[in-house]
């Protein structure tokens, strides 16, 4: 093995067979030889059910029968050695003379179930190039019909076994190419390890012994050939040879100590490889195999009354679920009962059950050894072995004991090849099946299982399959955790979990008696994170089974299906009151609020009652599976108003003739409209880059930074910058008028074409000064040092607004001497603060209409700063004062934030009212406003210099690309969630955030090019800035800030403290060590400085509050708004300088 696969190695558990071991005896031959010994004893019943009297064969009957099938076979079947022969019937008492027969041909048998899809069968088939399949007489017409013209009729047929002989039909040459596309419709397996010819994808090569290679093609190599169920894509053709199979065979008869006085029940089907080892643990030792119809695999009592009753059972080896089928009561009554037939109680294909649950089934005097196996269709069948100590039942022993996977099986090797249990391989020397079309394999092939283990001492513990591995609230785990949890309740019989759409967490329950939904969701939030509560509990009679006796996903989601079109159908409310109580029901239910008789103000707002983005979905979720139909803009009614007004929108749909029930509040609106004097002006006007500025009362040079490194700067001169301390903040290249190329400061480059300037680093002035630390003395205390970290923050100042600050800060920075740097910044107390960034004093304070959670923006001439309301209007203030120039009123809450257009001047803002707004704030007038086709506008719009366009994002999960000049659609695309992100671009590409977890990155022409994806929604919108080039910076609600290239490739990430809601933001200074930094902040308050290149921490400081809002960086100062009330102003400096 080379050094990096060894370092690779955790876990290395193998069984090697010993040196001139007996392992090399094809199937037939060790029946054959059992036979000898037994020949009058029975070595097959059949329990035919309906009062028919059970039959049985002779070991010297069923050979009898075997050999005449083989000599016919080898009479019609060309070449007769080394073929492969399917065998399309049902389990009877003939079953294993049939398998006998062929397997002595020498020929391998695949079994085809009469009940399987005929598309699975005929590609089963094909894709096996299957020349020959004997037919159960009683199901030749349900063969013609579902494999019609595939197959001919061969006259030959053998009436007295039962069977008749079809031959592919020479006509039929069409297939290889149906087989082909039903392949590509699957994903191709990652590669492990080095791809060799002839070697499957998802297998890693050990290094060949002397023998080298398994050669299928060998005659009497193969000894049967089945396919896995194809539950995550399409099935896979297993080729077992003997070799594979046979010792795992004899060391399962070795640990169950199978005698020829043991009864053994076929349970599993023929296309499920444990009934391979079931039939031949059996024929090879001289004891019965019970086969009873399928009908009767179906009747819990009939079945248990078989086994246990009839013919004394004494080793079942069953999955758990078909275990769970008989109910608690046979079990404990029949199946593990203190006088019980059963020896030998093997367990596998799925996880192990819990203990509790077992322990609750066995009687105290069951003396039953009960077994843990585990493996895989591709190693076929079992891996490894482990015996539940006696112990465990005990009444002292906790319940909550880790079964282990056990120890390898004869031949076979285990490895774990990561930290996290990920990369699970199985195989061994001789332990190789060959996949698909595969000739040849290696010898000591692994294979890779697709489950999660957890590693302790050197013991190996099931954690479930990949495939079951799911993302939820931010955080990743497996749905079986939560099945093992539920099933571990008193009041849960059987339970299963399914992933329902990939959004809905559905827990089904085979209910006791005692049974109660409440308690049992009680129960599960005792010993269950939030992130793995299921959303919804399903009470079931029985649990749905596929053909290998494993719960059927894919009828469950059925089952939900209906049972949701029922509630549809059933929850038809009443009247306005029925809707008023259970609005209340939900909301505390979502909330996570004592279910109690007190009733919810009709004034609570939900973000304010303990609700987030991520419950504002939820409860969204319920209301509309409470109505049964969707709700036009339901979820922005709830993120921005009160529960009575969320009960009025829903009323005003499902009652709309009870108008005296009604009475909404439009007074304000209708009010606000006529005091606007507001024209709308058709559907545009023409711009001119110099319209406006001449109304405005003079320009003032200045830069204007917002998160996310938008960064608009207007009107500089040479002469209007006098480098000292130098800042550096990447440019936002989309927002750089071309008048400003000859307004560049002097410290940049003289000479810059215009490609070159949206991609440049704008180098300024950083006008304070330094030995000004008045107000960073006056609150000393609250300084935070890290001893670690490079970076130490201390509150400069704080500005008190009196109500939560979800805004994000506007800082300009005028060019004049003398004027000082402002912060500007609105917050739930209805005020707009104008803050002096050095000092922190109050320059003004404007009291508006309602809350505020836009961030501002300033005008182009500088002299305006227009910001959103959630009383509807867009307030146009003046920059000096604070005085309102002009109001504009849209149809709902505007929560958007403003962006300008350098070079028209015109306003664009977005609205709840779902429609997007281009103004002209010089002439006060609306240009033209679009409809964005369903879902408010809460992010902010971007604009994009070249090509000119707008794009905006709705909560409907619309991105939209918009003419500025003309407000008409350019392109679409549907994310289909919602986009609380707002977008960004650079010269190429736009990305935005979606709450389905995933960053979307596309082409300036509506082209997806790539999207990445995290473990919870996305709320942060995306920071690009010039100073890294190619970097994007974003933060999702699964604790963790991202960095990842233009590609879409994952450079860092950093894992916060809790959630990232803000937008991070890029600067860089020559007082810090001259680094590219990064400022995040995670919702509990934590503010976080970065290196930009590597992720690493270089200084942290907490605030006594959560923040929504978004930070901005100028020079060495750092502005984030708060939930305490407050905006901050922290100072960041070398760790170790005096910063006073």
Known sequence: MALAEQALLLVNLSNPRPAGAAGAMALAALVRRAAGRHRERAAVRFHGGRGQPPGRRSYGAVLRLAG???????????????????????????????ILGILQVPAAYSPID???PPTISTYFMKKSNLQYVLVENDKINKFQMSHAGWFSHNSSAIEHIGLTLFQMSSSNTDFSSEADNMKSRCEPSEAVGESQPGVCPDQTKAEPSEAGYMDAGQKDTVAYVLHTSGTTGIPKIVRVPHKCIVPNIQHLKSIFEITQDDVLFLASPLTFDPSVVELFMALTSGASILIVPNTIKMMPVELSAALFHHH??????????????????????????????LRVLALGGEAFPALSLLNSWKHKENKTSIFNLYGITEVSSWATCYKIPEEVFSADFRTDFPVPLGSPLLGTKLEVRDANGSAVLEGGEERVCFLDDEITVPLGTMRETGDFVRVENAKLFFLGRKDNQIKRHGKRFNIEYLQQVAEDLCQVEACAVTWYQQEKLILFVLPKDDFEERETFKELQKHLPAYAMPDEIVVIKALPLTSHGKVDISELNKIYQNHLNSRRRDSKLSDAEELWERLQYLWKSVLGLPCDSTGISKDAVFLYSGGDSLKALRFHEEIEMLVGRAVPRLLEVILSHSIEEIYRHILKMLFPDEEQLMNPDNVMKRKLRR????????????????????????????????????????NFTKSSVQPKNTVQVGMEPLEQPSSLHSKIPAVMKSHVHRSELENSILTLENKANKNDHSSVQQIHAECSHSSVAELALCVRWKSNTRKCVDASPLVI??????????????????AVQAIDLD??????????????????????????????????????????????????????????????????GLVYIGSHDQHVYALDIYKKVCVWKLHCEGGAVFSSPCLSSFPHHLYVATLGGLLLAVNPVMGSKIWKSNLGKPLFSSPHCNENYICIGCVDGNLYCYTHYGEKVWQFSTNGPVFSSPCLSSLTKQEIFFGSHDCFIYCCNMEGNLLWKFEATSSVYGTPFIFQSDDLNNKILLAAVSTDGRVWILNAKSGTAEGVDKLPGEVFSSPVVWGTKLVVGCRNDYVYCLDLYTAGKSNS
């Open 68 to 98: 005449e099938l083989t000599a016919f076979l080898q009479r019609h079947c060309h070449p007769p050695g080394g073929c492969e022969i399917g065998l399309y019937c049902h389990p009877g008492i003939n079953l294993p003379s049939w």
């Open 114 to 116: 009469p009940d399987a």
């Open 312 to 341: 004394h059972v004494t080793v079942l080896q069953a999955t758990p679920t078909l275990l769970r089928r008989f109910g608690a009561h046979i079990i404990k009554s029949r199946v593990l009962s203190a006088n019980t037939s």
């Open 675 to 714: 005091n606007s004097g507001e024209e709308f002006h058709g559907k545009y006007i023409k711009l001119t880059s110099e319209r406006g500025l001449e109304i405005a009362s003079g320009l003032i040079p200045f830069i204007a930074l917002n998160r996310g490194n938008h960064l608009f700067s207007m």
């Open 813 to 830: 920075i005028p060019a004049k001497e003398g004027v000082s740097a402002s912060v500007y910044i609105g917050s739930h107390s209805h």
């Open 839 to 904: 000092l922190g004093e109050i320059k003004w304070e404007k009291a508006l209409g309602d809350r505020i959670e836009s961030s501002a923006c300033v005008s182009k001439c500088g002299n305006f700063i227009v910001v959103g309301c959630y009383d509807g209007l867009v307030y146009v203030l003046q920059s000096s004062d604070g005085e309102i120039h002009w109001t504009f009123v849209t149809e709902d809450t505007v929560k958007s934030s403003a962006v300008v257009d350098p070079s028209s």
